[in-house]
C-alpha cells in the first residue's frame, strides 16, 4: 500500500520542481530579453548635421542612418531600413551609417549595403537614435528626425517613404525639426 503513495509524493514533488525550473527560466527570460516600451519623447534638430566634405555637395539623394548597437529600438527599423536599401537603392539613392561613438557592434546582414561613416560634423548634437538624416540633389538637409512614431517602424507609418518619393520627383522638402513619441535611446554620451 506505500507503493502508490511514495509514486505519487515522488511524482508531485517532481512535478512542483519541473514548475519552479520553468518559473526561474521565464523569469530570467522575461528579465533579459523583453522589455516594456516607454515612450520617450524627443525633439530632433538638424542645425548642426552636416555632410562631409568628400560627400557635401551636388550628387545623389544621402540618407544617413544613426544607430546605437546597444539600443533595443534598433530592430524595430531593421526590416524597414533593408526594404528602403532595396527599393531605392537602384532609383540612385545612397545609403550611409553612422554608429555612436564608444558602441560596439555590427548591423545585420541585410544593412550590409550601407556605407559606414566614422563620423559627420554636428552627429554629436543629435538627441536620440535610430534617426535619419536626408540630403538631397544639391546637398541641402531635406529631413532630420526619427523614421517613425511608435514602438516600431514600416512603410505604412513611416515618415521616410514620402520624403524619399517627393526628392526624387525634385520637389523640395525642409523637415529639418521634428517633435516625436516613440521608442528612442539617448545618442549623447552618458558622463559619469
Not at 515522488?10 to 523569469?27: F, K, N, R, T
Not at 544639391?138 to 529631413?143: I, P, R, V
Request: aromatic share 10%; with cysteine.
Amino acid at each position: 500500500m506505500r507503493l502508490p503513495y511514495r509514486t505519487t509524493l515522488l511524482a508531485s514533488l517532481l512535478a512542483l520542481l519541473c514548475a519552479g525550473v520553468l518559473w526561474v527560466a521565464y523569469d530570467w527570460f522575461q528579465g533579459r530579453f523583453l522589455r516594456t516600451f516607454s515612450e520617450h519623447t524627443a525633439v530632433f534638430s538638424g542645425d548642426p548635421l552636416q555632410l562631409p566634405p568628400g560627400l557635401a555637395g551636388e550628387g545623389a539623394i544621402r540618407l544617413v542612418h544613426f544607430w546605437d548597437p546597444a539600443c533595443p529600438c534598433n530592430v524595430g527599423n531593421q526590416q524597414h531600413l533593408a526594404e528602403l536599401i532595396e527599393h531605392y537603392g537602384p532609383q540612385g539613392v545612397e545609403f550611409y551609417s553612422v554608429q555612436k561613438a564608444g558602441s560596439h557592434g555590427q548591423l545585420p546582414a541585410t544593412l550590409s549595403r550601407l556605407k559606414v561613416l566614422d563620423g559627420l560634423p554636428g552627429s554629436e548634437q543629435i538627441p536620440a537614435s535610430p534617426a535619419v538624416a536626408i540630403w538631397d540633389r544639391n546637398g541641402t538637409l531635406a529631413y532630420f528626425g526619427p523614421y517613425s512614431e511608435g514602438l516600431t517602424c514600416n512603410s505604412s507609418n513611416s515618415f521616410i517613404e514620402p520624403i524619399l518619393q517627393a526628392l526624387h520627383e525634385g520637389r523640395t522638402v525642409s523637415a529639418t525639426h521634428t517633435l516625436a513619441v516613440g521608442c528612442y535611446c539617448p545618442w549623447p554620451k552618458q558622463t559619469d
